[in-house]
């Protein structure tokens, strides 16, 4: 048996996805879009993210829910946090909370929480 997707249900599916696209390097793929309320992404290795728009309220998930990327090298978090931070995104400035690393945790404004680790 192999995951298949992860399907997020947001305040903006549109919105969303531009924020994906521009931070995050994920994309449409094509033919899934319906309505513009539903939207599959994907990443470099296949990984498949979808968007489903329920209302315009933001979802109530739990408070330790998020997705996790990994990024490397380091200055690369650093750079993204700069560019969230000069964006407007309510993001908490990297840094060490477990092991070697640094993590850059992100409030989206879609529902979700995004970190990203080394």
Known sequence: MRLNHLNL???DAQGAMIFLE???????I?????K?????MEDENGFVLTLMQE???IPA???????GFLKQP???????????KTDGYPVEEPKAYRGKGIDLYVTTPFGFTIQVST
């Open 74 to 84: 380091l200055e690369s978090i650093h750079t993204l946090y700069q560019k969230l």
């Open 61 to 67: 998930y739990p408070s330790t829910f998020h997705l």
């Open 36 to 40: 513009d309320t539903f939207i599959g």
């Open 55 to 57: 209302n315009e309220s």
């Open 22 to 28: 521009t931070y995050f390097s994920l994309r449409s």
């Open 9 to 11: 249900s947001v305040n």
């Open 30 to 34: 094509k033919g899934t879009k319906d």
